[in-house]
């Protein structure tokens, strides 16, 4: 269930980058800043889940496997 949360959150990533640029045609210069300050902590929030420790297990790995170490 996670895996389908975090691929709607870079779904969504890609949508904002479009909107950011809209916006920022647009001369809605601080709106389209924020949509990608949003985008940047969005994709941190999927890096975070998915990039494994120094141990090569990612915590999305954990939490499939059912270890809470």
């Known amino acids: 269930m996670l895996d389908i949360a975090l691929s709607i959150t870079?779904?969504?990533?890609?949508?904002l980058i479009g909107g950011a640029w809209l916006a920022w045609k647009r001369g809605h210069r601080k709106q389209a800043a924020l949509m990608l300050v949003?985008?940047?902590?969005?994709?941190?929030?999927?890096?975070?889940?998915?990039?494994?420790?120094?141990?090569?297990?990612?915590?999305?790995?954990?939490?499939?496997?059912?270890?809470?170490?």
Do not use: F, H
């Open 10 to 15: 870079v779904l969504a990533a890609i949508a």
């Open 38 to 69: 949003l985008v940047a902590v969005a994709l941190v929030n999927v890096a975070i889940w998915t990039v494994p420790d120094g141990g090569g297990m990612a915590p999305l790995d954990r939490i499939e496997r059912g270890a809470t170490e």
